[in-house]
């Protein structure tokens, strides 16, 4: 097994680090909603991780999602909207040559 297909187990459903199951962790219930939610607006998440250094997840999204000009995250139930332009930026966005910032 390749060292990307191993990386992929992180988003399989029921997937933990925890040592310990409790009430708000463990649970092996998180990157698979995050993977299942982004596939089905038809988007696609690519993780890559190196030892020692981090990892990154490339997420991406159909055009006409790209266009949108806010972020809208769900939190205690509550939407939560971020402009693009900051989202980007916060997430650590790297300069695309290909599509510059703004």
Do not use: Y
Not at 43 to 49: H, M, N, P
Not at 68 to 75: N, P
Not at 87 to 94: A, V
């Amino acid at each position: 097994m390749s060292d990307q297909q191993i990386q992929q187990f992180i988003l399989a459903p029921g997937f933990s680090t925890a040592a310990k199951v409790t009430n708000i962790s463990g649970r092996g219930v998180g990157m698979d909603v995050v993977k299942t939610n982004i596939e089905k607006i038809g988007g696609t998440i690519e993780l890559k991780s190196v030892a020692g250094k981090g990892s990154t997840f490339t997420i991406k999204i159909p055009l006409t999602l790209a266009i949108v000009l806010a972020l809208i995250v769900e939190c205690a139930k509550q939407l939560l909207p971020f402009r693009k332009s900051a989202s980007w930026n916060w997430c650590g966005r790297q300069q695309n040559p290909i599509m510059p910032q703004r």
